[in-house]
């Protein structure tokens, strides 16, 4: 009962603030103080009604005698939950889950709703069998069985080759591991049960909810969490001891972080952020860890600093981006509204544009988003490339099992069992 009420109270705060589910679960798990198996369920209750929301939405729409539209949106916040627990968590009774519902109900709306709630769940476990997902291979099919809003797959179909669209939609729809990355400036020991990761070494994987925070050795800066992804953005841009880094949009810090590392703190790190609190951020993480050779600072990525001309060796420049790469991870990013999102490659070549004159001759420049649109990926470096003939295409130096590459690499969700990640890398010749 913890677990539900606190996964309800965040879906609400979610639903009225705007705000993004990991930030609010973050929040209220520590505020309701939930041990870790009931913050586990709290998490996967939470995420579980955003990731497969559409879904629940056409099963309650079969047994539902009132248009969801017109509920009381708290009453339908129960009901997805509600639905969740009868269509995906085996663990939970559905008898607990209908009876938590109808009580929750009562408790947040009236006992009229608690009457409504009863009714719809009990009619849904009565179909269980038979409502599980609209059949056929169209969009529309999809984008319900997948829970991605038909605007989104719509996109994506127009992105991806047919034969990967449903991959990457049901790669969406599962709880990646929490992948940690061993500190070598604070050795000590990975958490009991964390598994080797297959193919980055130091790294293991972490599986089940709950906070990370929380867990021995992370106080003492033992480890961080770092997805697969951003760490390979590391490794392609293989900064070495003694260079000068800049990491132009580096909150919260984890690459950053991951220089560091790789560099055993020698030379320096300039990490950068737009946003102000992101810089305490990023210090408090960069403290933990031992990182010394860091200076947090503000710094607008698209304001040229004269003293910054051709002053480091490694610039890295992980752009503001739609984040459709990451929605395994952050489930209420696919109910963005898409057409703000189609000024974001301007923002981005601004950003490249601005940062590559910050490159010393025969520095690096390394780019990357957490997307997989073509616009803000491809098409941005393809587009500088165009204006700058003084940079050229690196293949990047990735580990099996990803394949060779030409100095681009696109990662799908799903694929290497990573995040959705783009990276392009390009040397200055002159």
Request: aromatic letters at 6%; glycine letters at 10%; one cysteine or more.
């Amino acid at each position: 009962m913890p677990a539900r009420t606190t996964a309800l109270a965040a879906l609400i705060a979610c639903r009225r603030a705007g705000a993004w589910s990991d930030g609010i679960l973050k929040e209220y798990l520590a505020r309701d103080g939930l041990d870790r198996r009931d913050a586990a369920l709290a998490t996967q209750l939470c995420c579980g009604v955003m990731q497969q929301r559409l879904l629940l939405d056409w099963r309650l729409r079969q047994v539902s005698s009132q248009p969801l539209e017109k509920l009381q949106p708290v009453v339908l916040d129960i009901l997805r939950l509600g639905a969740y627990q009868i269509g995906f968590l085996d663990r939970v009774p559905d008898s607990a889950a209908v009876n938590e519902a109808v009580e929750q109900a009562k408790r947040y709306a009236n006992a009229r709703a608690g009457g409504y709630v009863n009714g719809v769940l009990r009619a849904l476990l009565r179909r269980k069998a038979e409502l599980t997902a609209p059949e056929g291979d169209t969009l529309e099919a999809l984008s319900i069985r997948y829970s991605h809003p038909l605007p989104l797959v719509t996109l994506l179909a127009g992105q991806l080759p047919p034969q990967t669209l449903a991959a990457v939609l049901a790669a969406d729809q599962t709880v990646p591991p929490t992948v940690l990355r061993a500190n070598p400036l604070r050795p000590g020991p990975m958490p009991e049960g964390a598994q080797p990761h297959p193919w980055l070494p130091g790294c293991w994987l972490c599986r089940g909810g709950g906070s990370v925070e929380s867990l021995p050795g992370f106080a003492e800066g033992a480890y961080t969490v770092q997805d697969a992804a951003s760490q390979l953005a590391v490794l392609a841009a293989d900064p070495r001891p003694g260079d000068r880094v800049l990491d132009a949009c580096a909150a919260p810090g984890g690459k950053s972080f991951a220089c560091a590392a790789r560099m055993g703190n020698r030379g320096s790190i300039t990490a950068c952020d737009l946003h102000g609190h992101k810089i305490r951020l990023i210090e408090a993480g960069a403290a933990r860890l031992g990182v010394e050779c860091l200076t947090a600072m503000q710094q607008d990525g698209t304001v040229f600093r004269p003293e910054w001309a051709g002053a480091f060796d490694l610039v890295l420049a992980d752009v503001p981006c739609s984040g459709l790469g990451v929605i395994r991870k952050k489930p209420d990013i696919r109910y963005k509204d898409l057409a703000p999102l189609e000024g974001l490659p301007a923002v981005q070549t601004r950003l490249l544009d601005n940062l590559a004159r910050y490159v010393r001759p025969g520095g690096a420049l390394l780019y990357s988003t957490c997307t997989i649109l073509r616009r803000e990926n491809e098409a941005v470096i393809e587009g500088f490339l165009q204006r700058h003939g003084e940079f050229v295409p690196e293949p990047m130096p990735l580990p099996a099992p990803l394949p060779e590459n030409s100095g681009m690499q696109l990662l799908l969700p799903g694929q290497y069992d990573t995040d959705g990640f783009f990276l392009a890398k390009l040397r200055r010749a002159t």
